[in-house]
Structures are given as structure tokens and as C-alpha cells.
């Protein structure tokens, strides 16, 4: 992501087609894949609100990539995380300050069944919109 950002003006790439901007700066498409994940394309979905923003633009560290089934290309919220979490009941995150954060995952129990919440049960709604700089996408 960063190397595809030095040839671009400190530009994230747009988020409908995020893998196949990165794809030329990684060695293997394998690196798109999470050994827990249950998509073999790809394994992650890019924040759709970052997409095509500056650094400058975005503010607050927001969620930049995040796990999920989607596919190649995925971009969107929370609702394309994963139903069931892979990581002992939570998900890893990327976010906009290039951290990488294990967040777990609130749910409801009834009877012996989980229901995962994803939408908010991992970050809150604040984590998902940048806050800085004009907002324009380019």
C-alpha cells in the first residue's frame, strides 16, 4: 500500500480497485490471502470511505483494510466483515496509521448459539469515516 502510495502522490488507491492497484507491488497473490480465511482470492476488503483520499484527507486513524469473504476487490463497512470472526473470536484490522490491530468481537448468546455482531460489535462507527482535511476524493 505505502509503495503503490509513493507513485501516486500519497494517494490510497480507489477502493473499488484496490487488489489490482496493489497487485503489481507485491511478490505473490498469496499475501491477499489470510491462512484463516475461508476465501482463497482474497481475504481482506478495503474501507470504501478512504479510497482514493490523500493521508492529509483522512485525520483520525480509520480502518483501512479489514478481513472478509468478499472477494478480489472487496470494498465497503462492516458489513462485509466475516459472519463468524477468524481469530479467536475477533478480527484483525489495518488501519489508516499502519497499525495492525486484533479487535474482538462483541456477541449475543442464545440458548448454545453466538451471533457474531460485526457492524459495530468491533469498532465503532467513528473507526469506518475519515474525519481530517477537505474530504475530497481524487
Given at each position: 500500500?505505502?509503495?503503490?502510495?509513493a507513485?501516486?502522490?500519497?494517494?490510497?488507491?480507489?477502493?473499488?480497485?484496490?487488489?489490482?492497484?496493489?497487485l503489481?507491488?507485491?511478490?505473490?497473490?498469496?499475501l491477499?490471502?489470510?491462512?484463516?480465511?475461508q476465501?482463497r482470492?482474497?481475504?481482506?476488503?478495503?474501507?470504501?470511505?478512504?479510497?482514493?483520499?490523500r493521508?492529509?484527507?483522512?485525520?483520525?486513524?480509520?480502518?483501512?483494510?479489514?478481513?472478509?469473504?468478499?472477494?478480489?476487490?472487496?470494498?465497503?463497512?462492516?458489513?462485509?466483515?466475516?459472519?463468524?470472526?477468524?481469530?479467536?473470536?475477533?478480527d484483525?484490522?489495518?488501519m489508516?496509521?499502519?497499525?495492525a490491530?486484533?479487535?474482538?468481537?462483541?456477541?449475543?448468546?442464545?440458548?448454545?448459539t453466538r451471533?457474531?455482531?460485526?457492524?459495530?460489535?468491533i469498532?465503532?462507527?467513528?473507526?469506518w469515516?475519515?474525519?481530517?482535511?477537505?474530504?475530497?476524493?481524487?
Amino acid at each position: 500500500m505505502r509503495a503503490y502510495m509513493a507513485d501516486y502522490d500519497d494517494t490510497l488507491p480507489p477502493a473499488e480497485r484496490w487488489s489490482d492497484a496493489l497487485l503489481p507491488y507485491v511478490h505473490e497473490r498469496s499475501l491477499f490471502v489470510c491462512p484463516s480465511g475461508q476465501n482463497r482470492v482474497c481475504s481482506y476488503a478495503m474501507n470504501a470511505a478512504v479510497g482514493g483520499l490523500r493521508t492529509e484527507e483522512i485525520g483520525t486513524p480509520v480502518v483501512l483494510l479489514f478481513e472478509s469473504d468478499a472477494g478480489w476487490n472487496a470494498a465497503g463497512g462492516p458489513e462485509l466483515m466475516p459472519a463468524q470472526p477468524r481469530h479467536f473470536g475477533g478480527d484483525r484490522v489495518g488501519m489508516t496509521d499502519w497499525t495492525a490491530n486484533y479487535k474482538a468481537r462483541a456477541y449475543e448468546k442464545t440458548g448454545l448459539t453466538r451471533r457474531w455482531l460485526k457492524k459495530y460489535g468491533i469498532l465503532g462507527p467513528s473507526a469506518w469515516a475519515p474525519r481530517g482535511g477537505s474530504g475530497t476524493r481524487r
